[in-house]
C-alpha cells in the first residue's frame, strides 16, 4: 500500500474532532524518540508493546499492552491510527504483513524480513556495489564441514534474533567453530571472515513514498564489546572518497528494496596494507537496520531535522528535505553499568560543560550493557566536541575514546 498524505494536526478527516494519529511497534528508546517527534508536529500516537512500562509507551497517547502477535491488538492498532511504523526488526514480519493490508505501513514487511536474517540481508547487501565480507551460510553439519580456512579466524553469527554482538562468538579453528555452533544450538548461522578493522561507520537515510530519498553524513562509530559506546559526527570524520561512496551504497539498498521510512546501513573501514583489503578495497558493507538507529541519536541536537522527524515525514507522506547539521557532535551511550553500583551517575557535573544534551530513556531498571539513555556533545568544532565528551566520559567513568 502506497502512503496518502497524513497532515499533522487535527484535520477534522477523523470525524472524531481528534490529530491524525501515527502508530509504532515497538516500545523501547526508538519508538520512543518518534513518539516525541510525531507529537512535537502535533500528531496523537499509538504504541504497541507487551511491557507496562515500555520507554515510549510511558509517553505515549496510547499503549496498547499486547504481544506483538495479538490479533485483537493488531486490529486496536490499525483501528486507531492512519499510518504504523516500527522501531526493531524483530518485530514479527507477520504482524507487519497484517497491518499493511489495512494501513500504510513502513517500512514493509518485505524489507524487514530481508533484515531480519543475516542470510538474506548479505545476499541483498552485495547488490549495493560495496562487497560484504567473506561468509558461509551455516545451516547443516555438511555446510559446516565444507566451511573453508580462508574463514577462520572468524566470526559466527546466528541468521536471527542478533543485536549488540548478542549470538556471536568468535572462533579460530574449525574445532572452536564447531563448539560455538553446538552452544548456538545448530540454528542457521553465518560464519564471517574476521576482517582487519580500521574504523566503523554508518549512514542513514530517510526514503519517501514516491522514492525520494535524503541522507545524513556517514557517521563513525566506536563498539565495545559488539555494543555501540561513541558516535563521532562532524565532517572529515571519513575520508571523503569513502563517505561518499557509503552514502550511494546506502541509497543504493534503500532503493533496491523500494524501502520506504529511515534505514541505517553499517559499514567496517579495513587497515591500510591488510590483504583484505587489497582483495575487498577500503570498504565493506556489515548490516542494515530497518529504523532510526542509535549511530543517528545525535542528528536530535546537531541537525536541523533529526532521524526521527525523517521517520514521521516519510511515514506520513510529508516533504523529505536534505538535512543539514549544524554542529560537530560527539555521542556517548549510557550503558546500565553507570548504574551499577546503586549510585546514581553526576548528571550535575556532566551538565555543566557546554554543549552537552542528555537524553534518559525512562528506564526503570538499570541492567550491565542495557542501554539507558545517551549524551551528545555539540560544538562550533570536531576538536571541541571531543575534548568535552572527554571530559563528560571522564566524569561518568566512561573509558576514553
Ligand atoms: P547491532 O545490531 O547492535 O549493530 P549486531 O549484534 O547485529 O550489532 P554486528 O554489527 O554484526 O552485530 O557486529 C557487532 C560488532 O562486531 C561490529 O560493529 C564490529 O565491531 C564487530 N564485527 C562484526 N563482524 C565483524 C567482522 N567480520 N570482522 C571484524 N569485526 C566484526
Ligand atoms: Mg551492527
Redesign the pocket.
Known amino acids: 500500500m502506497s502512503g496518502p498524505i497524513l497532515l499533522p494536526g487535527a484535520t477534522g478527516l477523523n470525524g472524531d474532532g481528534q490529530p491524525t494519529t501515527l502508530g509504532v511497534m515497538g516500545g523501547g528508546q526508538l519508538g520512543r524518540m518518534f513518539v516525541q517527534a510525531a507529537q512535537s508536529m502535533g500528531y496523537f500516537t499509538v504504541v504497541l508493546d507487551p511491557d507496562v512500562v515500555s520507554p515510549a509507551g510511558l509517553v505515549s497517547h496510547y499503549h496498547i499492552q499486547t504481544d506483538y502477535l495479538d490479533q485483537q491488538g493488531l486490529v486496536q492498532l490499525m483501528q486507531r491510527c492512519a499510518a504504523i511504523t516500527t522501531e526493531f526488526e524483530n518485530v514479527p514480519a507477520g504482524a507487519l504483513v497484517t497491518l499493511g493490508a489495512a494501513r500504510p505501513t513502513a517500512p514493509s514487511a518485505d524489507a524487514v524480513a530481508i533484515a531480519q536474517d543475516r542470510i538474506k540481508e548479505k545476499a541483498h547487501l552485495a547488490l549495493s556495489g560495496v562487497p560484504v565480507?567473506p561468509y558461509a551460510v551455516i545451516e547443516t553439519p555438511e555446510q559446516l564441514a565444507a566451511v573453508t580456512d580462508d574463514l577462520l579466524p572468524?566470526?559466527l553469527?546466528t541468521a536471527r534474533l542478533?543485536?549488540?554482538?548478542?549470538?556471536?562468538v568468535r572462533v579460530s579453528s574449525r574445532a572452536e567453530l564447531a563448539v560455538a555452533w553446538e552452544s548456538l544450538k545448530g540454528v542457521p548461522c553465518v560464519l564471517?571472515?574476521?576482517?582487519p578493522?580500521a574504523a566503523?561507520c554508518s549512514v542513514i537515510v530517510a526514503r519517501g513514498w514516491t522514492g525520494e530519498c535524503v541522507h545524513f553524513a556517514p557517521q563513525r562509530?566506536l563498539?565495545r564489546e559488539?555494543?555501540?559506546a561513541v558516535t563521532e559526527a562532524y565532517e572529515g570524520n571519513m575520508p571523503t572518497a569513502l563517505a561518499q561512496k557509503a552514502v550511494a551504497a546506502a541509497k543504493n539498498i534503500a532503493d533496491e528494496l523500494h524501502y520506504v521510512g529511515v534505514l541505517c546501513v553499517?559499514f567496517?573501514v579495513l587497515a591500510e596494507g591488510s590483504a583484505e583489503r587489497e582483495a575487498l578495497g577500503a570498504l565493506v558493507v556489515?548490516?542494515m537496520?530497518p529504523r532510526p538507529h542509535n549511530s543517528g541519536h545525535y542528528t536530535l541536537d546537531a541537525c536541523d531535522v533529526s532521524q526521527f522527524d525523517l521517520q514521521v515525514r516519510t511515514l506520513a507522506g510529508l516533504p523529505l528535505v536534505q538535512p543539514r547539521q549544524h554542529s560537530a557532535a560527539v555521542m556517548l551511550n549510557l550503558l546500565g553499568d553507570l548504574w551499577v553500583n546503586g549510585a546514581t551517575p553526576p548528571w550535575d557535573a556532566v551538565l555543566a560543560l557546554p554543549g552537552v544534551h542528555l537524553h534518559l530513556y525512562g528506564k526503570l531498571q538499570a541492567n550491565k550493557g542495557r542501554k539507558m539513555g545517551h549524551l551528545t556533545v555539540t560544538a562550533a568544532t570536531p576538536a571541541q566536541a571531543n575534548a568535552t565528551a572527554l571530559q563528560a566520559a571522564d566524569l561518568l567513568g566512561i573509558e576514553a575514546f
Not at 542478533?162 to 556471536?168: R, V, W
Not at 564471517?192 to 576482517?195: A, N, Q, R, V
Request: proline share 0%; net charge negative; charged share 30%.
Open positions: 565480507a572468524g566470526i553469527k542478533g543485536y549488540d554482538g548478542k549470538g556471536q564471517e571472515k574476521m576482517l578493522l566503523e562509530n563498539h559488539g555494543i555501540l553499517e567496517f556489515n548490516e537496520a
